[in-house]
């Protein structure tokens, strides 16, 4: 019998338990969603509740866990989480292992879900593999020979925070959930009369939820927004294909649940920023695992590394 693992997801607004193995495959899981007004106590409440659980019966060889937030890999300890407060510098892999009694890994959840959609997602078979996910942020993960890429202490895959001018404009501020929703607002207040204006109406976050069924209905509006998006994250993901050259770029996140019409945006928009020798440029692609990207991640990092 192959061995079980524990993978955790904590994010801004979902918390998730899953039990497996070290291929990715879930046989138990479990999801709650997280009130970020009780902080990080709130969270290890959750947990302390959650996991024995949902190990009774089983015997785990490790845990790993994916974290929305930087991360100190090598102490085990939380940098900082910018949503929920009460994490910065707390020892949250020992933490753990106290509830578990097994070794505890911890990392970045785009890291984490990089190496999900790498190995059991949308990029197997591509090597490298470059991961971006358009959350309430913009982070990235990088994976070379199936295992995820760092850089030297502390770097990451930080696409969010690659200029996209000298003034300062970043991935993040164009290309995020709340850059995107702000955009509509404006958009949408010169434009009353369109499809997605009705959609957004008294709304003041959360808009870009309605860009797909705007676009279904021929928006021009909506499409005006996805093509700015798609043109401004092209422009970004064209510093990742120089420098790294990655086999394929794989969206994920809540603004990739646009789908295709995203897709092929960047897919179009991506050779016009590169040299003519590196044309056509990385295959894009959408994230195939959902709301799984993360919790498979840690599965499979546990297994690698335990």
């Not at 959840?109 to 971006?132: C, K, S, W």
Request: hydrophobic share 45%.
């Amino acid at each position: 019998m192959s061995a079980l693992f524990l993978g955790i997801e904590i994010g801004g607004t979902k918390l998730q338990l899953v039990l497996g193995h070290g291929d990715g495959r879930i046989i138990d899981r479990q999801r709650h969603l997280i009130a970020a007004e009780l902080g990080a106590e709130g969270i290890r409440r959750q947990l302390t509740a959650s996991i024995p659980d949902l190990i009774r019966g089983h015997s785990i060889k490790a845990t790993a866990v994916g974290f929305g937030g930087p991360v100190d890999r090598a102490s085990g300890r939380i940098a900082c989480s910018h949503q929920v407060s009460g994490w910065s510098d707390f020892p949250f892999a020992a933490w753990v292992t106290e509830q578990t009694g097994v070794p505890t890994l911890i990392e970045n959840d785009a890291n984490t879900a990089a190496l999900g959609e790498a190995l059991v997602g949308a990029g197997r078979m591509n090597n490298p593999l470059f991961y971006v996910t358009l959350g309430s942020g913009v982070g990235g993960g990088l994976v070379v020979d199936g295992r995820i890429y760092h850089g030297a202490t502390p770097g990451e895959a930080e696409i969010g925070h690659v200029r996209l001018d000298k003034a300062g404009s970043t991935v993040e501020s164009r290309c995020s959930g709340w850059a995107v929703d702000k955009a509509i607002r404006e958009a949408v207040a010169s434009a009353p009369e369109s499809k997605l204006a009705a959609l957004c109406q008294g709304m003041n976050r959360g808009e870009s939820r309605h860009l797909s069924t705007a676009l279904s209905a021929g928006d021009p509006l909506a499409q005006m927004i996805i093509s700015r998006l798609a043109d401004d994250l092209a422009f970004g993901l064209s510093h990742v294909a120089h420098l790294i050259h990655p086999e394929m770029i794989v969206l994920g996140g809540g603004l990739s649940l646009v789908g295709e019409p995203l897709r092929s945006a960047v897919q179009v928009a991506l050779p016009q920023y590169l040299m003519d020798v590196f044309h056509p440029g990385p295959k894009i692609a959408l994230a195939a695992l959902a709301e799984d990207a993360v919790p498979v991640g840690a599965l499979l990092l546990a297994g690698q590394n335990c």
